[in-house]
C-alpha cells in the first residue's frame, strides 16, 4: 500500500516539474535602479523599474555604467546612481566616453580653441563646432571676404552671418585672397573680385595677382603700327599679338627688313606684304642691302652650299614669307640671304613664280 502510494506520488510531482519547465519565463541581466545587476525575467525586471538588456545576457561589472557628463565638458564612466550624486547627466547604460559626446570644439573671440560644453560656450561668446568635435580637428580663423576686397582674420559662423565668405585656415590677408588683379584695358588695371572685374567686362588675372606684378597688356602689331592692347583686343582688330609686358617703345616689335626688288626698307611687316615686298622678320635690319648676295647658288634654300632635294622644304618656308622660321631651320647661322638664294627667276621677290625656275635647278642640281 505504501509503496504504491509512493509511486503515484511521484508521477504526480514529476509531471507538476514537466508543467512548469514548459512555462518557465527566459531571463537577462536587468540594471535595477540603484546600479544593481539581476539576472531576471523582463517582467520582473519592468515590475521592478529596472533596464532589460535581452534573454539570455548575463551580468558583469560594466553591464550597469554608462558615460557621466559634467559641466566642464568631462566624462567618466560610472554607475547611474554615482553620477548623480557627482553632479554629472547620466547618458545611459553602455554609453561610451571615446568620443566624449560630453562637449566639443568652441572657438573663441580669440580665435583659439577649447573642448566646452555647448552651454560653456555660449557663455563664453565662442562659436560651438558640433557635438564631439575635437580642438585637433577644427580650425578657428580663416580669412573673411565680405562681397567687395575688404579681407579681415575671424571666426567662420561671425563671417559667414554677415554675409562673408569664409576661407579657412589662412592666418593673413596679405596676399589679399578677396581679389585679383583685373585688367579694365591694356593701361588700367583694378584690385577687384571676380565677379565685379567680369561685370565691368575686364580680364580678370587670377585671385591673389596683384597690378604690381601683372601686365595687362602688350605691343599689338596693326596695320597702322604698333599699339598697346589686350590679346583680346589685339586678335580682334587684326593684329599680331606679341605677348604680355611687351612694349611698343622697343622698335623691333613690328617693324624688319623689308626688301622690295633690290631695295631694302625697315618698315611695319604688312605694309611690307602689302606693297608686294618681303619681310625678313621683326628686328631684322638693312645691314645686308637686297642686292649683295653671299656666295651661296640660287636655289641653295638650306643653305650648305648644295642645291637638292634637301631645300625643298626650306623653299616652301621662303615662298610662303615665314621668315623666322626660315632663319632657325635654314640659314644654318650663315650670312645666307633668302632672297639671293630662292629668288630664282631674279625679279627681286620671292614667290609662286619662282616655282617652276626652282624645281629645274633641283632636276639638275643647280641653276644655269
Same mark, same amino acid.
Given at each position: ?94 554609453? %561610451? ?52 576686397? /575688404? ?83 589685339? !586678335? ?48 631684322? /635690319? ?21 642645291? %637638292?632635294?634637301?631645300?625643298? %622644304? ?9 621668315? !623666322? ?44
Amino acid at each position: 500500500m505504501k509503496t504504491a502510494l509512493r509511486g503515484a506520488f511521484l508521477v504526480a510531482v514529476s509531471g507538476l516539474l514537466s508543467a512548469h519547465t514548459a512555462f518557465a519565463q527566459p531571463t537577462g541581466a536587468c540594471c535595477l535602479p540603484g546600479g544593481e545587476c539581476r539576472q531576471i525575467t523582463l517582467a520582473e525586471c519592468i515590475a521592478l523599474g529596472g533596464i532589460y538588456f535581452g534573454d539570455d545576457t548575463g551580468c558583469d561589472p560594466a553591464t550597469c555604467r554608462g558615460a557621466c557628463c559634467f559641466s566642464n565638458a568631462t566624462c567618466l564612466y560610472l554607475l547611474r546612481p554615482d553620477c548623480a550624486s557627482q553632479g554629472g547627466t547620466y547618458q545611459g547604460e553602455l554609453t %561610451d566616453c571615446s568620443p566624449n559626446l560630453c562637449g566639443g570644439a568652441c572657438c573663441l573671440p580669440d580665435l583659439s580653441c577649447q573642448f566646452l560644453t555647448q552651454a560653456g560656450c555660449a557663455a563664453a561668446a565662442g562659436e560651438f563646432r558640433g557635438t564631439g568635435a575635437t580642438c585637433m580637428q577644427t580650425v578657428c580663423f580663416g580669412a573673411c571676404c565680405r562681397g567687395d576686397t /575688404s579681407c579681415t582674420i575671424t571666426r567662420r559662423n561671425e563671417c559667414q552671418g554677415s554675409g562673408g565668405m569664409w576661407i579657412s585656415g589662412r592666418t593673413s590677408c596679405d596676399p589679399n585672397p578677396c581679389g585679383g588683379a583685373c585688367c579694365l584695358s591694356a593701361t588700367n588695371c583694378q584690385f577687384m573680385t571676380r565677379a565685379a572685374c567680369l561685370s565691368a567686362g575686364g580680364l580678370y588675372r587670377g585671385t591673389n595677382t596683384s597690378c604690381d606684378t601683372v601686365a595687362c597688356g602688350g605691343a599689338c602689331c596693326l596695320s597702322t603700327g604698333c599699339e598697346l592692347l589686350r590679346d583680346g583686343e589685339c !586678335e580682334t582688330r587684326g593684329g599680331i599679338f606679341r605677348g604680355y609686358g611687351t612694349n611698343c617703345d622697343t622698335a623691333d616689335q613690328c617693324s624688319g627688313a623689308c626688301c622690295v626688288g633690290n631695295q631694302c626698307q625697315v618698315l611695319n611687316w604688312d605694309v611690307c606684304v602689302s606693297g608686294g615686298g618681303l619681310f625678313f622678320g621683326r628686328g631684322t /635690319s638693312c645691314n645686308n642691302p637686297c642686292n649683295i648676295c653671299p656666295p651661296f647658288p640660287r636655289g641653295d634654300t638650306r643653305c650648305d652650299h648644295h642645291v %637638292d632635294n634637301f631645300d625643298i %622644304d626650306c623653299f616652301v618656308l621662303a615662298v610662303v614669307g615665314n621668315f !623666322e622660321r626660315w632663319v632657325a631651320e635654314c640659314q644654318l647661322g650663315t650670312d645666307c640671304d633668302l632672297v639671293c638664294v630662292a629668288d630664282v627667276n631674279g625679279d627681286g621677290v620671292v614667290n609662286m613664280f619662282d616655282i617652276d625656275g626652282f624645281v629645274e635647278c633641283v632636276v639638275n642640281q643647280g641653276c644655269n
